[in-house]
């Protein structure tokens, strides 16, 4: 509701659809047998099931990068002759700079 004043006929629409839904929810459980329960999951229970759990038992596993050069993304690197390795160095940093200037 949101009225500056409140009015009898404010209050007695939500009353009024408060049990409409009420009368409904008891319907359908009575049709589908079902009887409403308490929830009985502890606080401990519920946390364990959390993201942010599963995020700090990750914490201690540090990601740890290999030494050396690693040329495997590349196989055809491994074939070319300095000249070659410095214009492909070049031409990627040209590249490079286009994509940042074009961002």
Do not use: C, F
Request: hydrophobic share 30%; proline share 2%.
């Amino acid at each position: 509701m949101y009225a500056d004043k409140t009015t009898d006929s404010n209050a007695a629409n939500y009353w009024m659809k408060q049990t409409e839904r009420r009368v409904k929810q008891l319907a359908y459980n009575e049709k589908y047998n079902i009887t409403p329960t308490q929830i009985t999951s502890t606080a401990r229970a519920i946390l364990g099931q959390t993201t942010l759990t599963d995020s700090k038992a990750r914490l201690h596993k540090a990601y740890i990068e290999k030494e050396g050069v690693d040329l495997a993304a590349d196989p055809v690197i491994k074939y070319m002759d300095k000249k070659q390795l410095q214009k492909a160095n070049n031409d990627t940093r040209k590249s490079m700079e286009k994509a940042v200037k074009g961002a």
